[in-house]
C-alpha cells in the first residue's frame, strides 16, 4: 500500500455520515453556485474535500483541544491543590 493510500483511508466517515455530507455538497452547489450536482460528481466533490481538507482540519482541532486542556491542566493545580500536610494544631 503506498503512503499516499494510507493517507487516504486515515479519515473514515460511517456510511450515514458520508450520506448526510453528500446531500449537504449537492445542496450548497444548488444554492450558492447555482449547479445541480449528479450523485457522482457529488461523491467526488465529497472525496476531495475530505482528502484535501480534512488532516488539515482535523489538525487544528487536535491542536485547539490540546491548548484548551493543557490551560486547564495548568489551572486544576491552582484550583485543586490541597497541601499535603495540615496545619499543625
Sequence with gaps: MTRDARRA?????T???RERML????????AELDIELGTLAAERALDFFVKELGAPVYNQAIQD????????????????????EPYAR
Design 65 to 84: 483541544a490540546r491548548a484548551f486542556l493543557a490551560a486547564k491542566l495548568e489551572d486544576l493545580a491552582g484550583e485543586f491543590y490541597e497541601p499535603d
Design 9 to 13: 483511508m486515515r479519515i473514515q466517515l
Design 23 to 30: 446531500r449537504s455538497v449537492r445542496q450548497f452547489f444548488l
Design 15 to 17: 456510511d450515514e455520515r
